[in-house]
């Protein structure tokens, strides 16, 4: 210890409360504390050429996937897929839904000799693990019957195979017994992916609100989806959803400022999503969703500028190209604020627009709005609901991600639909019950 | 990031502080205001070249180096710790995008990224002529991009903050000269250049 008045010896080190901190020390600090801060998400994709391993095989028909569907105890497996799986007819092939990590598997299917065989992958959507799945249903399994055009019969269709991790190696068998169908409801129920796709555009090599992302939502357990609108400086209404171009959803450009700093043609010369996509415009997103899945509600979430009067225009023609295709498709503008609100009244012909508002249900009468969209967050509110159903209306509650509370909502409440980041894991509890 | 960066910043001035404590007893530094005045008012201009430090997009082949332009008002008192106000300009990068695609056509593209710093910066001379200065605020980040023939400026304000090492020897009565090199960051965009800059500083208003 130093005595008093003794001379202060210079150091080349600096105190802070009492701690000596060497030059180094600090900079091996700093260091750290950058790398903490840094986090790289790295994605890996499954080693498998699904094309190929279903070469050779023959088209399984649209009516099989469907009889295929149903509720299956998982008795090998339970680590990827819990103690029950959904299996449903979704795209051009299968999805598997568990409440395990909201897991889904993607599957095409082919048929091989008398067998049904399934390939594709499977993904946890609350993270980046991925992995290969193959299996199939033999004639003795269920293949038979099922080609035959029956149905399946709890017990009666069983489905062998393994699953593994993304390099394909360390698979793990897979055994899955069909027990009963899927529940269906009183009335159709909506599972509506958040910006055409949840927060799966995190692990996904697709960016939220494109296009590409739209034709994957099905897979995902979706039957709607939610995309968000705005408008361009020079006035075309594309699908972004932040209020600035910003790093969490494009690539760094140089492009400061909004959509609405920027004409079309300028952001298409030098935005890029995260994923390389360019922003789409509304009109592009909606061929997408008409022409390319079979999706049957699309919420336009309006944003900062874009006029309601546009979104009018754009939902009216689609609407129309939808009847001309033969696609059950509902289109809804959502009035997420009272300025939207009041755009919308000022159209002469408002009360013809299909309208979803997330407001009270008085400003839900006022603007004739079909459907009522309260936030999660206030509970079910199964008084207001039924009211809002005796007059013919919807609702639907945004945005639940927690297993907890969409549970709570499916059991206690009566809400027609719920928007999630996480449709596979309302489309397992929905289709369980 | 933002996290550890203004952590840095702390850190610097933190330890130039107890350093400062450290060597209260020492002669007066050279850059001190004169014995006969208590307090001046220091404008120090630097001019110089910076380079663009912060990862891009590998699809753009930036230009990473360009110009640097500041000033800084600076009051000088007979404590070592300084405080004052710092602006200028600084380009962040530039590129240019031959035969882009889109859906009106093909075009030549190009954009400018540069920015006028708005900040509070404080000083203290640490070992002679040598100055540590860190300062936060942000920039006015401009945005000047040409495609399809039509030009377009969008400024946006950004959060940052800066840090910096300067050097100088006086030269004429109270002028000095010397060098300062500087990390500028945007830290709102992510966005940071280095800057080397030759420097001025006198006097503008002594008391």
Same mark, same amino acid.
């Given at each position: 210890?130093?005595?008093?008045?003794?001379?202060?010896?210079?150091?080349?080190?600096?105190?802070?409360?009492?701690?000596?901190?060497?030059?180094?020390?600090?900079?091996?600090?700093?260091?750290?504390?950058?790398?903490?801060?840094?986090?790289?998400?790295? $994605?890996?994709?499954?080693?498998?050429?699904?094309?190929?391993?279903?070469?050779?095989?023959?088209?399984?028909?649209?009516?099989?996937?469907?009889?295929?569907?149903?509720?299956?105890?998982?008795?090998?497996? #339970?680590?990827?897929?819990?103690?029950?799986?959904?299996?449903?007819? @979704? &795209?051009?092939?299968?999805?598997?839904? @568990?409440?395990?990590? !909201?897991?889904?598997?993607?599957?095409?299917?082919?048929? !091989?000799?008398?067998?049904?065989?399934?390939?594709?992958?499977?993904?946890?959507?609350?993270?980046?693990?991925?992995?290969?799945?193959?299996?199939?249903?033999?004639? $003795?399994?269920?293949? !038979?019957?099922?080609?035959?055009?029956?149905?399946?019969?709890?017990?009666?269709?069983?489905?062998? &195979?393994?699953?593994?991790?993304?390099?394909?190696?360390?698979?793990?068998?897979?055994?899955?017994?069909?027990?009963?169908?899927?529940?269906?409801?009183?009335?159709?129920?909506?599972?509506?992916?958040?910006?055409?796709?949840?927060?799966?555009?995190?692990?996904?090599?697709?960016?939220?609100?494109?296009?590409?992302?739209?034709?994957?939502?099905?897979? =995902?357990?979706?039957?709607?989806?939610?995309?968000?609108?705005?408008?361009?400086?020079?006035?075309?209404?594309?699908?972004?959803?932040?209020?600035?171009?910003?790093?969490?959803?494009? #690539?760094?450009? &140089?492009?400061?400022?909004?959509?609405?700093?920027?004409? $079309?043609? #300028?952001?298409?010369? =030098?935005?890029?999503?995260?994923?390389?996509?360019?922003?789409?415009?509304?009109?592009?997103?909606?061929? *997408?969703?008409?022409?390319?899945?079979?999706?049957? =509600?699309?919420?336009?979430?309006?944003?900062?500028?874009?006029?309601?009067?546009?979104?009018?225009?754009?939902?009216?023609?689609?609407?129309?190209?939808?009847?001309?295709?033969?696609?059950?498709?509902?289109?809804?503008?959502?009035?997420?604020?009272?300025?939207?609100?009041?755009?919308?009244?000022?159209?002469?012909?408002?009360?013809?627009?299909?309208?979803?508002?997330?407001?009270?249900?008085?400003?839900?009468?006022?603007?004739?709005?079909?459907?009522?969209?309260?936030?999660?967050?206030?509970?079910? #509110?199964?008084?207001?609901?039924?009211?809002?159903?005796?007059?013919?209306?919807?609702?639907?509650?945004? *945005?639940?991600?927690?297993?907890?509370?969409?549970?709570?909502?499916?059991?206690?409440?009566?809400?027609?639909?719920?928007?999630?980041?996480?449709?596979? $894991?309302?489309?397992?509890?929905? =289709?369980?019950? | 990031?933002?996290?550890?960066?203004?952590?840095?910043?702390?850190?610097?001035?933190?330890?130039?502080?107890?350093?400062?404590?450290?060597?209260?007893?020492?002669?007066?530094?050279?850059?001190?205001?004169?014995?006969?005045?208590?307090?001046?008012?220091?404008?120090?201009?630097?001019?110089?070249?910076?380079?663009?430090?912060?990862?891009?997009?590998?699809?753009?082949?930036?230009?990473?180096?360009?110009?640097?332009?500041?000033?800084?008002?600076?009051?000088?008192?007979?404590?070592?710790?300084?405080?004052?106000?710092?602006?200028?300009?600084?380009?962040?990068?530039?590129?240019?995008?031959?035969?882009?695609?889109?859906?009106?056509?093909?075009?030549?593209?190009?954009?400018?990224?540069?920015?006028?710093?708005?900040?509070?910066?404080?000083?203290?001379?640490?070992?002679?002529?040598?100055?540590?200065?860190?300062?936060?605020?942000?920039?006015?980040?401009?945005?000047?991009?040409?495609?399809?023939?039509?030009?377009?400026?969008?400024?946006?304000?950004?959060?940052?903050?800066?840090?910096?090492?300067?050097?100088?020897?006086?030269?004429?009565?109270?002028?000095?000269?010397?060098?300062?090199?500087?990390?500028?960051?945007?830290?709102?965009?992510?966005?940071?250049?280095?800057?080397?800059?030759?420097?001025?500083?006198?006097?503008?208003?002594?008391?």
């Amino acid at each position: 210890m130093m005595s008093p008045g003794a001379p202060r010896v210079p150091s080349t080190r600096w105190g802070i409360g009492g701690v000596r901190w060497h030059p180094g020390r600090l900079l091996l600090l700093v260091l750290l504390l950058q790398l903490s801060c840094n986090e790289e998400v790295v $994605l890996p994709v499954p080693a498998i050429d699904v094309a190929a391993e279903l070469a050779g095989t023959r088209a399984l028909p649209p009516a099989v996937l469907t009889a295929m569907e149903g509720v299956y105890e998982v008795i090998d497996g #339970q680590a990827l897929l819990g103690r029950e799986a959904v299996v449903k007819h @979704t &795209g051009s092939g299968l999805s598997i839904f @568990t409440d395990r990590d !909201a897991g889904v598997v993607m599957l095409e299917c082919g048929i !091989a000799d008398s067998a049904i065989i399934v390939v594709g992958t499977w993904r946890k959507l609350t993270g980046t693990e991925t992995g290969v799945f193959r299996a199939s249903i033999s004639e $003795l399994h269920g293949a !038979a019957r099922l080609l035959a055009g029956g149905t399946a019969e709890a017990g009666a269709v069983t489905v062998l &195979g393994d699953f593994g991790n993304a390099t394909g190696k360390g698979m793990r068998p897979l055994q899955l017994v069909y027990r009963r169908p899927l529940y269906h409801g009183p009335r159709p129920f909506l599972v509506i992916a958040h910006r055409a796709g949840g927060r799966n555009s995190d692990h996904l090599p697709a960016s939220e609100n494109t296009a590409e992302l739209v034709r994957m939502a099905e897979r =995902f357990g979706a039957n709607g989806v939610e995309i968000d609108v705005q408008v361009t400086r020079d006035g075309v209404p594309v699908v972004y959803h932040d209020e600035t171009l910003n790093l969490r959803l494009t #690539q760094k450009s &140089g492009l400061v400022g909004s959509i609405s700093d920027y004409t $079309l043609a #300028q952001i298409e010369s =030098f935005v890029r999503l995260k994923n390389g996509e360019r922003i789409p415009t509304l009109r592009r997103m909606l061929g *997408t969703i008409l022409r390319q899945t079979t999706l049957r =509600f699309v919420w336009l979430d309006s944003k900062y500028t874009v006029p309601v009067a546009l979104l009018r225009d754009l939902q009216r023609a689609y609407v129309d190209s939808a009847r001309h295709f033969n696609r059950d498709l509902t289109i809804v503008i959502g009035l997420p604020d009272a300025e939207k609100v009041d755009q919308l009244l000022r159209i002469p012909d408002y009360e013809d627009a299909t309208v979803l508002c997330e407001l009270d249900v008085e400003t839900v009468r006022r603007t004739h709005a079909e459907i009522w969209a309260p936030r999660w967050t206030m509970g079910t #509110q199964n008084a207001l609901v039924a009211a809002m159903h005796a007059e013919g209306r919807l609702v639907l509650s945004w *945005t639940l991600d927690n297993a907890e509370y969409i549970q709570q909502f499916l059991r206690d409440g009566d809400v027609d639909g719920i928007l999630s980041n996480y449709p596979s $894991l309302v489309a397992y509890y929905h =289709f369980v019950q | 990031m933002r996290v550890s960066i203004s952590l840095l910043v702390a850190l610097i001035l933190a330890a130039a502080a107890v350093h400062g404590q450290e060597h209260a007893t020492e002669p007066r530094p050279a850059s001190a205001p004169p014995r006969d005045t208590t307090a001046a008012l220091v404008l120090s201009l630097g001019g110089g070249a910076s380079r663009y430090v912060m990862p891009h997009d590998a699809r753009l082949d930036i230009d990473r180096e360009g110009a640097a332009y500041m000033f800084r008002l600076c009051l000088h008192t007979s404590r070592r710790l300084r405080a004052g106000v710092e602006s200028g300009w600084t380009l962040f990068y530039s590129y240019e995008l031959n035969d882009v695609e889109t859906s009106f056509g093909h075009t030549d593209a190009g954009l400018t990224l540069s920015a006028i710093p708005v900040l509070a910066v404080f000083s203290m001379p640490v070992f002679g002529s040598l100055t540590v200065h860190a300062g936060t605020g942000g920039y006015f980040v401009r945005s000047h991009a040409t495609s399809f023939g039509e030009t377009v400026d969008v400024v946006r304000f950004a959060q940052g903050w800066m840090a910096a090492l300067s050097w100088d020897v006086g030269v004429f009565r109270q002028t000095r000269v010397g060098a300062e090199l500087k990390w500028y960051g945007a830290t709102e965009f992510d966005d940071g250049v280095v800057l080397l800059q030759l420097r001025m500083s006198f006097p503008l208003l002594t008391w």
